[in-house]
């Protein structure tokens, strides 16, 4: 994708390039086959957000892993949580006694997997852990939720790319990049 042109011109500038995040996911991916061995993990994609990096991260763990996948409501078109959690695809498959992954795209006040953590640990889960890629721990309103594995820690400003939208657009970017405020200042 051209870097000069089209969806990179409303970022005010890339934060983390796909070469650095592709190694992340790779080591995150290590550890997790370190962690699991043995084992055989239920991978839980919260969608749409983490798609992209779920798919990157699936292939960095040598273990018989499965997957499923759930969406959540969070943020709608705005760029401020609202603080209301809806279940908007539940998971396929039971999770009882199953050691669950739940895999997100960026931790922010925490108020979505801290809820969705609830739920999952409620039906039954054997272990339960969160792997993200962003997390923004300046913005915690749930201190006492624990991100297991994070790839990377980043400020407080709102991104997108590597699947983060803003309002639907910019997931196909290959980067992650602070998004313009002009771009949600117009609205
Ligand atoms: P939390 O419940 O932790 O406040 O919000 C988590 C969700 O908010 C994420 O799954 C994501 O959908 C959204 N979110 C939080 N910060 C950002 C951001 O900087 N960019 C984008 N695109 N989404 C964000």
Redesign the pocket.
Known sequence: MNQDTGLYCDLDRILLTREQIAEKVHELGAAITRDYEGKKPVLVC?LK?ASVFFADLIREIELPLTLDFMAIS??GSATK?SGVVRILKDLDNDILGKDVIVV??????????SYLTKILMQRGAKSLKIAALLD?PARRKIPELKVDYSCFNIPDA???GYG???DQTYRNLPDIGILSPRIYEQK
């Open positions: 919260i957000g969070s943020y949580t997100e795209d960026i931790v922010d006040s925490g108020i979505t997997l923004k709102f991104v997108v983060l939208d803003y």
